[in-house]
């Protein structure tokens, strides 16, 4: 698997010059681009090897999740993680779950696994590390178990493209949209209003706190800060209310959520097992903005991405995020440096350029003269680097205030500067985003605003190009050739090093502070996890006819 | 309720602060004096429709609102409509009854004037310890006080070379915090709250300042001051949290330590 995803074609900018973004128009370098990407990857190479070679708690629940174990015992700890702690516990993760799990459900008598995680739950099964024909016994076991698991995944996968035909696929921009309210049943009937009025992915954002919890919650929920659990109760109920819009709206209604935090792997699978279309899925996100443990989320990252490659599921990326604590005119680079970087882990992990959805964002001091035409140049610069990707454009939310009028504002330039550099997923912008989670109305308004913005510019992205040598391709290029500076000194110096010094969103993360840490585990030798074997050994899109997450073809390889 | 706006102001409860002002009678302002002209926005749980729009002017009646009118209505799909609404209040503001807002209760110094002070009534540095706490992950607010960057050109606290900054940043535990607290000797926390869904920032300094008080029983030694900021506590005073000061929107870092001075240091202000 190591290096089958490499660069960009030979031009080292894209494939598809003319696709339907149009051809490039600032005059990049080829060779700088280049390089830049030479650079990303190997930067990324030892937090790939990182991750090669270590696995974490909630890596092997994602394991025990997909061979189907489910639910909670009474106080509400799900049994993976019972199970997984009874295991650490006696014979430590070093060697996975896998063997020592199917090893004692072959020993008998526990009905399934999880009457095996009751049991281990109660102190009443011994955990070994099986030898010899034992160790086959169980590791064949084991594989049958992910197999059905992913088998499931892939049914998903095939479910999604035969709705996509039957209901239709949206034109992009996709218009994307949160809901919050904390109670799974309350976003239902908010997330398909928001449908109707013509959102074409929901995102349920969710509880404050969630991201830290070292388990994924069970059920349906009605109670969270700031936004709902992700449960796989919450996914399914979602899942099923947008699928009836789609079919009244004629129009699939994709449904996002949130596999960033303490638990990306196991998130990750319930995604794909419940048909979920995209995931926020960012290499350094959680380090950054939650303060999880570097090694932790590299670690979980690069599994949960392998899942969601295998599940045709798009990531969306949270750089644009580093633009909300560092100045986004400074820190431009950082975000490209950042969306360079989590290209090549998305990549390395099989997810195709389709499946990228990066993250950048509309955040200029609005107060700076010029602000528009440099977010013009940042916007387009993202969009001739990542032409295949998805790119998902946030709204400016730093710089909006109590003042909602002239907030409008900024959220119409913000959607003009999408449609003019043709952006694919747009978040849409709320006027209250100083005040408070949207309102209804907020949203409405929001839409309205984007629906005039596109329907007035047409195809005016046609029409926008920057004169040769103006501000908006200098700005670009200048941006572009700090992100190779950046890139070179990561590369000098470890990007755990410039984690901790406080590159990105400039906040610093040391690799061994943050929450997690003692859930990373370094494999032994005799490490087995089926999962990983299967999506490592099979390309994740080969059951996949056609649609529109194929892969794309990158297949030059990363000189070392 | 609209009838009896006069007589109210008449004889209005409240002596006006500023007596030379009393008697100076408002009514917001849309093109001309006195013409009370408001806007408000809002939806109302009902399909569009002639009868939710009688629905809207009946809320705008009870709001005072008269006469008022319907300018946009508009469906949210089939079960909610959004009005805006223009009319003319019929409140009369008696300006001169408003107190004016109480000032700050002590000068703004400048950083080497809190050093000075700091200097010399303790003879150590200052020990403060800033922390976000419960589950929100903002920390932006809190760095914009503490972190030698600071807010609006002003350096931040650590930037103070008599002041000792331990910044726990954000999603603390209040019993980490007081622990923290303790264990530094803090002569003041800071505590930051941002998320308000559900007032979990109500909720969480309540929570945090009731710990305080546990953890320093009167007699036993000195709790340290308690200080929350965030955007949204204008509608809390400090007794109604348990703690001593509370910091709004657009705070700087100077207006803080300059508060911490006359707060630990009494008397010790330079004038
Ligand atoms: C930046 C930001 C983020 C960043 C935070 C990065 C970071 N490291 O801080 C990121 C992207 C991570 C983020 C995440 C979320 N955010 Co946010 N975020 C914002 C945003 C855009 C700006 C906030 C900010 O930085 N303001 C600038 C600072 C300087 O202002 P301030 O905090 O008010 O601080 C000043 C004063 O209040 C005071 N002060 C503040 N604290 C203290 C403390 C003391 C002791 C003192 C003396 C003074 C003081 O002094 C400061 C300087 O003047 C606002 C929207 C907006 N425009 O306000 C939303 C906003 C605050 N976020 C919001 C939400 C809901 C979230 C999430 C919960 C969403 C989710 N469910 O995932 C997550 C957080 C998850 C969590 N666990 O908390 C909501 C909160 C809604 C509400 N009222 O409850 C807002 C209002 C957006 C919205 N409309 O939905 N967010």
């Known amino acids: 698997m190591k290096d089958v995803k490499g660069v960009a074609g030979a031009n080292g900018i894209s494939d598809t010059t003319d696709g339907p973004i149009g051809p490039p128009k600032l005059d990049l370098d080829p060779a700088v681009v280049r390089k830049a990407r030479l650079l990303a990857a190997r930067a990324a190479d030892p937090i790939i090897e990182l991750a090669r070679t270590h696995t974490t708690v909630s890596v092997e629940r994602a394991l025990l999740r997909l061979a189907g174990l489910s639910g909670a015992d009474g106080e509400g700890i799900p049994w993976v993680n019972r199970l997984t702690d009874a295991v650490a516990g006696q014979v430590g993760l070093e060697h996975g779950v896998a063997l020592p799990v199917w090893d004692a459900l072959l020993a008998g008598p526990h009905r399934d696994l999880a009457a095996l995680a009751a049991a281990a739950t109660r102190g009443e099964v011994r955990f070994q590390i099986p030898a010899g024909g034992a160790a086959t016994a169980a590791e064949r076991a084991a594989r049958a178990a992910a197999r059905a698991g992913i088998a499931r995944i892939d049914a998903r996968r095939a479910e999604r493209d035969r709705l996509l035909g039957e209901v239709g696929d949206p034109p992009q921009p996709w218009i994307y949209l949160i809901v919050a309210t904390g109670d799974i049943y309350e976003d239902i009937p908010q997330a398909q209003a ?6 074409d992915i929901i995102a349920v954002i969710r ?38 819009v789609s079919r009244e709206l004629g129009r699939y209604v994709r449904l996002t959520n949130y596999a960033s935090g303490l638990c990306m792997p196991e998130i990750a699978t319930l995604a794909g097992l419940e048909r979920l279309d995209m995931m926020l899925n960012d290499c350094m996100y959680g380090i950054i903005f939650r303060d999880i443990n570097p090694r932790r989320t590299f670690i979980d990252q690069r599994f949960s991405r392998q899942i969601h490659a295998r599940a045709g599921i798009t990531i969306n990326t949270g750089e644009d995020n580093y633009l909300t604590t560092a100045d986004a005119v400074d820190a431009a680079h950082t975000v490209v440096v950042s969306q360079l970087l989590n290209e090549r882990f ?22 700076i003269p010029d602000s528009f035409r440099l977010e013009l140049a940042h916007a387009q610069l993202v969009r001739e680097l990542f032409p295949a990707a998805p790119l998902k454009y946030m709204p400016p939310t730093k710089h909006m205030t109590g003042n909602i009028f002239a907030g409008y504002l900024l959220d119409a330039f913000f959607n003009l500067a999408g449609v003019m550099t043709g952006q694919s997923i747009i978040l849409i912008g709320m006027m209250t985003e100083g005040i408070h989670t949207p309102w209804l109305s907020d949203r409405d308004l929001a839409l309205e605003n984007v629906r005039y913005v596109r329907d007035a510019c047409g195809r005016l992205a046609e029409d926008f190009v920057p004169r040769p040598g103006g501000l908006i391709a200098e700005r670009a290029r200048r941006v572009l050739a700090e992100s190779v500076e950046l890139l070179e000194r990561i590369c000098d110096e470890s990007l755990l090093t ?14 061994d502070g943050g929450k997690g840490l003692s859930g990373v585990v370094r494999r032994a030798d005799g490490y087995v996890n089926p999962a990983i074997d299967i999506l490592e050994s099979e390309d994740p899109h080969a059951a996949h006819a056609g649609g529109d997450h194929g892969p794309t073809g990158h297949t030059e390889e990363v000189p070392a | 309720m609209t009838t009896d706006t006069d007589t109210r102001v008449a004889t209005g409860p409240a002596a006006p602060a500023e007596p030379a002002a009393a008697g100076q009678i408002i009514r917001p302002y849309g093109d001309t004096t006195g013409d009370g002209m408001v806007q408000l926005s809002f939806s109302l749980p009902v399909p569009a429709g002639k009868r939710a729009e009688a629905a809207a002017l009946s809320l705008a009646g009870q709001m005072g609102l008269d006469p008022a009118s319907v300018v946009h209505a508009k469906a949210i799909g089939p079960d909610f409509t959004f009005f805006i609404v223009y009319g003319r209040a019929n409140h009369l503001i008696d300006y001169g009854s408003i107190p004016v807002p109480a000032g700050r209760e002590y000068p703004l110094l400048t950083a080497k004037e809190v050093n000075l002070a700091i200097r010399t009534a303790l003879n150590r540095r200052l020990v403060v310890v800033g922390a976000c706490i419960g589950t929100d992950a903002h920390t932006v607010g809190i760095d914009a006080i503490l972190n030698v960057k600071g807010f609006a050109g002003e350096k931040g606290l650590e930037y103070y070379r008599e002041i000792q900054v331990v910044n726990m940043g954000a999603q603390v535990d209040v019993d980490e915090l007081v622990a923290r607290a303790t264990a530094e000797n803090a002569d003041a926390v800071l505590v930051s709250q941002v998320v308000t869904q559900r007032n979990a920032h109500l909720h969480n300094a309540k929570q945090m300042a009731a710990a305080f008080h546990d953890a320093h029983p009167a007699g036993s030694a ?31 870092p100077a207006e803080v330590a300059s508060y911490l001075v006359h707060a630990l240091l009494p008397g010790r202000s330079p004038q």
């Open chain 1, 194 to 199: 928001a449908a109707r009025e013509g959102a």
């Open chain 1, 346 to 367: 998305a990549r390395e992990a099989g997810l195709a350029d389709r499946q990228l959805g990066l993250g950048h964002a509309f955040e200029i001091n609005p107060a």
């Open chain 2, 222 to 252: 000195r709790r340290p001051l308690l200080v929350v900021g965030g955007p949204r506590f204008d509608t809390v005073r400090p007794e109604d949290l348990g703690v001593d000061r509370i910091f709004g929107r657009g705070t700087t």
């Open chain 1, 207 to 244: 509880s404050t706190g969630q991201s830290l919890l070292d388990y994924v919650p069970e059920g349906p929920t009605r109670e969270g800060y700031a936004g709902t659990y992700a449960t796989q109760d919450n996914f399914r109920l979602m899942r099923a209310a947008l699928d009836e």
């Open chain 1, 498 to 511: 410039a984690i901790a010094a406080g590159t990105f969103g400039v906040t610093r993360r040391p690799p």
